[in-house]
């Protein structure tokens, strides 16, 4: 048997993480351009983006924990909709997990402190420059391959909700 609409955990999760997802997107593409001198304007910047980034980890981690317990919605398409629908939700779900994961073990291995929410962590490896740049290739381009599946994500929303009319956004609330 099928609901017709998600749980509450399920949508509390999505659009906080998509809030959250969102504003990390706007933030990194800003604080790149910030210049590296000793105000700690940079450092602060990177630091916010790091506690939202390890907040979003956990979330994701939460949110798949919960994958097998949530009720089951009713697709909302069949056939090869369905099954791009079921992929491109899987690689939503790959990319979540490994844009902050990268990003943080990126950190691991910088000559630079982490900080959740202002409080220095313990440093969990020595650095590692070989590792710090293969880290942060990886997490440069998982986000922008999540960029691209948001910006899908939404084109397949509006198609939903505006041509096929299936009141999509009703299962979302």
């Known amino acids: 048997m099928h609901a017709k609409r998600y749980d509450r955990l399920t949508v509390l999760l999505h659009w906080l993480m ?14 790149v351009d910030l210049p590296k001198d000793d105000s700690g304007q ?24 919960w994958l097998p317990w949530r009720p089951r919605v009713a697709p909302a398409t069949r056939g090869w909709q369905h099954r791009a629908a079921g992929a491109g939700h899987a690689l939503l779900y790959l990319l979540m997990l490994i844009v902050p994961l990268s990003g ?3 950190s691991v291995f910088s000559r630079y402190p982490i900080r959740f929410m ?13 590792a710090k740049e293969v880290l942060s290739v990886v997490h440069l381009v998982s986000v922008y391959t999540l960029m691209a599946m948001v910006i899908l994500h939404l084109l397949a929303f509006a198609y939903h909700q505006f041509v096929l009319k299936d009141r999509l956004l009703m299962r979302m609330r």
Request: charged share 10%; net charge positive; hydrophobic share 65%.
């Open 18 to 31: 998509a809030a959250l997802i969102l504003a990390q997107i706007g933030l990194g593409l800003w604080m």
């Open 42 to 65: 940079r450092a602060g910047w990177f630091n916010v983006h790091k506690s939202v980034g390890m907040v979003l980890l956990l979330l994701i981690a939460l949110r798949i924990a």
């Open 104 to 106: 943080f073990l990126g």
């Open 118 to 130: 202002g409080i220095r962590l313990p440093r969990l490896a020595a650095p590692w420059d070989a």
